[in-house]
Each structure stands twice: as structure tokens, then as C-alpha cells.
């Protein structure tokens, strides 16, 4: 192997990320969202880019942005864009890895005009959205599949049943630190689940340093 290679080890490689949060509309004015602040796949973007592969990150709302030539930010909204982007990308890439908060229910029926607050309360029917990680799963080809977990109970156990019925080759079980999760935080302490269920877990770290451990899985992967 010559120098480049082993400084560029994924050069040539296409992973494509998703990060941050998924916005459900309520109105026209309102939505359901979450905390995640999109750090932790940035960071992997920025890590995967280092490495010299072509990202495709497909980002929730987020303030956060990179310049970097090797990096392409598609911006989406809600969970079925997000997933619309990620099907028109997935075919064309080697790796994809699932770091997005996506919502897990979105309202019914949004409403066309903004709510008045005629009613003393009122109630708004949530259904599912669609399993974005999922559905990379089912029409996965050679792609090397990586998606998170967080767990509050049964960590290790919910961790394999999503490796499994998400047909993943990796899952980072995100486990919950002394004061709370990684939600807004620098640090995340995370256990890697590989396929055959080997269990490593990791020290408690920065996020960009959890984001090159997540990059070396995938160099051992393609160097194996
Ligand atoms: N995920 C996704 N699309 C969804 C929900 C989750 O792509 N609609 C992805 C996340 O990006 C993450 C993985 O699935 O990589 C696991 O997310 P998590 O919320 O831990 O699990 P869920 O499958 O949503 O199940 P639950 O929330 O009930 O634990
Ligand atoms: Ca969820």
C-alpha cells in the first residue's frame, strides 16, 4: 500500500450520513422536534472526510454547517423527505450511517391553516412515520450499515433485536451517562454491537473522538 492510501484509507469510498432531528407539522406555524443538536454526525461527516471518502450528509434542522469539498449537505425537514433522500442516494453508496434523532410519530392530518385557540383542549393523532434505517435495511446490497440505539433498559438486548430487525452490520448503543444522555452534550459513551454480537465498549469521550472510533470500524471493515 502506498503512502496516500494509508493516509486516505477510505478514499475512493462513499458514506452517506444522516444527522439531526426530524421536524413533524402540526400547522402551518408549528411542528413536533427534538433535542438533537446534529453534532454527532457532523462530526462523523467531518471524520469520514479526513479519511478522504465522499460524504453525502442528509441533515435535519440544524444551525450546524462544514465547508469541505468532499462533504455534500442535503437539508430535509421531516422524516419522509429525509427518507426520500437517502433512497435516491443509497444505491450509489458503500456505507451508510444512521446518526438522525428521526421523530417516531408524525400528526395524522396537518392542518392547512394555522390552530386558533378556540378549544379549551384538544388532541392530535400521531401515526408512525417510516422507519428510515429500517427500509436502508431491507434493500440493502454490499452497503455496510451502521445505526444507533438509545436505550433506557435492556440496553444490550433492545441493541441486538434492532441489529436484527434492521439487518445492520453495526450498531453504536448509545448508553446514558451519569447526568443524563449525549442530547446537547460534548461527550458520548457509547458500546459498539457488531453483527455476530461481539460487544465493545468504549470510555467515555468526546464526540468527534467517538466519531473516528465509529470510522475505524468502518477502515477495519474494508481492511480486513
Ligand atoms: N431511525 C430511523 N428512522 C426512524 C427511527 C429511527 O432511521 N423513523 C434510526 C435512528 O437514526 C437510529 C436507529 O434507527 O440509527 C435507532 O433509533 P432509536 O430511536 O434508538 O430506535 P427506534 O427503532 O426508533 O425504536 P424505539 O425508539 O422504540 O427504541
Ligand atoms: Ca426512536
Given at each position: 500500500e502506498n503512502d496516500l492510501n494509508s493516509k486516505l484509507?477510505?478514499?475512493g469510498k462513499t458514506i452517506l450520513i444522516t444527522a439531526g432531528p426530524t421536524y413533524e407539522a402540526i400547522d402551518p406555524v408549528r411542528f413536533i422536534g427534538n433535542h438533537s443538536s446534529g453534532k454527532m454526525g457532523f462530526d462523523i461527516a467531518k471524520s469520514a472526510a479526513n479519511l478522504g471518502a465522499n460524504v453525502i450528509l442528509i441533515a435535519g434542522p440544524t444551525h450546524l454547517n462544514i465547508n469541505d469539498n468532499l462533504i455534500k449537505i442535503v437539508r430535509v425537514v421531516s422524516a419522509q423527505e429525509m427518507h426520500d433522500a437517502c433512497h435516491s442516494y443509497y444505491?450509489?453508496?458503500?456505507v451508510a450511517i444512521s446518526a438522525a434523532a428521526v421523530a417516531d410519530y408524525r400528526p395524522k392530518n396537518v392542518a392547512v391553516q394555522k390552530i386558533k385557540k378556540t378549544e379549551h383542549s384538544f388532541n392530535i393523532e400521531l401515526e408512525k412515520t417510516k422507519d428510515i434505517l429500517a427500509s436502508l435495511g431491507e434493500v440493502k446490497k454490499n452497503q455496510f450499515l451502521i445505526g444507533f440505539a438509545l436505550e433506557t433498559e435492556n440496553e444490550i438486548e433492545n441493541a441486538k433485536l434492532k441489529i436484527q430487525k434492521k439487518n445492520l452490520d453495526l450498531i453504536v448503543l448509545n448508553s446514558l451517562q451519569d447526568d443524563g444522555?449525549?442530547?446537547?452534550?460534548?461527550t458520548n459513551k457509547v458500546t459498539f454491537i457488531d453483527k455476530d454480537f461481539n460487544i465493545e465498549p468504549m470510555e467515555l469521550k468526546s464526540k468527534e473522538a467517538v466519531a473516528d472510533d465509529i470510522l475505524n470500524k468502518v477502515i477495519a471493515h474494508y481492511h480486513a
Open positions: 484509507p477510505l478514499k444505491n450509489d453508496v458503500d444522555a449525549g442530547f446537547g452534550r460534548p
